[in-house]
């Protein structure tokens, strides 16, 4: 079936430091990838997303591309700021039966940005 | 996007009692809704899938008759675990689908069971 890996946390940075989550998955299809970003005490929220190969989904200074040769779809932020300390998750959509997709997400990776 | 809400945030209860979590859809008609529970330091697990008007479709390993989901109307879904156990507890995460691949998530309940 269908999975998703993301690396460990808890992430620890410095304000203004360069941001890496790796996120790699598996898939029998052709699923779509995405990026949720949960803050405290709130839903997950859609970050961004890459519907295929090559895609580059980006938003508030994070990208990641869809890297079909490799499976992957690494989250990227140049700059982190204090404002970006949340839980991060991967996940990928696939769809099953009729018009339902189905959200498949990794473990999260907490991270958190000191001043 | 939508605005989804959950209630209550947080339930202890003994074991052996019911809960029932709601999920409300605040400014969006929400034809399908999806259950998650997340164990800490794991993955959303989708538990089932909920129309408005029928039958919740529930994932492989999921008891429907443990976890009684109810989809009766375009803005409300609730979730009643009965008969609790201690291993019952978890965070559950109710979210709304936008059509397609979109999904609008709530905060989350967080369910202790003693």
């Known amino acids: 079936g269908d999975s998703v890996t993301q690396m460990e946390g808890p992430v620890t940075l410095s304000e203004e430091a360069f941001l890496t989550i790796n996120c790699t998955y598996t898939?029998?299809?052709?699923?779509?990838l995405f990026w949720y970003v949960q803050y405290p005490g709130e839903g997950l929220q859609l970050l961004l997303k890459?519907?295929?190969?090559?895609d580059k989904g980006s938003n508030k200074g994070f990208e990641a591309t869809y890297r079909k040769e490799t499976t992957s779809f690494h989250l990227e932020k140049g700059s982190v700021q204090v404002s970006d300390s949340a839980v991060y998750f991967c996940?990928?959509?696939?769809?099953?039966?009729?018009?339902?997709?189905?959200?498949?997400f990794g473990k999260g990776t907490l991270l958190t940005v000191n001043p | 996007g939508a605005v989804v809400s959950q209630h209550p945030s947080r339930v202890i209860c003994k074991s052996g009692t019911s809960v029932k979590i709601e999920c409300r859809s605040l400014?969006?008609?929400?034809?399908?809704m999806f259950w998650y529970r997340q164990f800490p330091k794991q993955s959303l697990m989708l538990m089932a899938t909920?129309?408005?008007?029928?039958?919740?479709?529930?994932e492989q390993g999921v008891e429907k008759d443990k976890f009684l989901i109810n989809h009766a109307s375009l803005t409300l879904s609730t979730l009643t675990v009965t008969s609790a156990h201690p291993e019952d507890s978890s965070f559950y995460i109710c979210s709304v689908s936008g059509g397609r691949e979109t999904q609008y998530f709530g905060p989350g309940t967080r369910l202790l069971v003693l």
């Open positions: 898939a029998t299809g052709y699923p779509s």
């Open positions: 400014d969006f008609q929400a034809t399908t």
């Open positions: 909920s129309n408005e008007g029928s039958k919740a479709t529930y």
């Open positions: 890459a519907t295929k190969a090559d």
């Open positions: 996940a990928l959509s696939d769809l099953r039966g009729g018009s339902n997709y189905k959200l498949t």
